[in-house]
């Protein structure tokens, strides 16, 4: 089995910053793409950023120039570097990698998601 626990989120203010972290765990054998999405009340799941295994990076137009995306391939870990947060940007955040496991193919894994909040 395989497991993605992330972690990061809470309540900020207007223009302040968050860091989530998601962290992948089990039977790994590769992670290739991984991913960060968000979904607030009463609107579609939308893809926030991604990155591919060597580094490769996308953003939605709505988060460029103010979120990163990052990874660290030694500990299966994908980041989300928040800055110049808006109260648009509330949601549910999700982690979601392409993972290779001991005993299958390829497959879509998404993490629990956390609350991000910003409000003043």
């Known amino acids: 089995q395989v497991q993605l626990v992330e972690s990061g989120g809470g309540l900020v203010q207007p223009g302040g910053s968050l860091r989530l972290s998601c962290a992948a765990s089990?039977?790994?054998?590769?992670?290739?793409?991984m991913d960060w999405y968000r979904q607030a009340s009463g609107k579609q799941r939308e893809l926030v950023a991604t990155?591919?295994?060597?580094?490769?990076?996308n953003y939605a137009d709505s988060v460029k120039g103010r979120f990163t995306i990052s990874r660290d391939n030694a500990k299966n870990t994908v980041y989300l570097q928040m800055n110049s947060l808006k109260p648009e940007d509330t949601a549910v955040y999700y982690c979601r990698a392409l993972i290779a496991t001991y005993y299958s193919g390829g497959g879509l894994y998404w993490g629990q998601g956390t609350q991000v909040t910003v409000s003043s």
């Open positions: 089990g039977t790994i054998v590769s992670i290739n793409a």
């Open positions: 990155i591919t295994r060597g580094g490769s990076t």
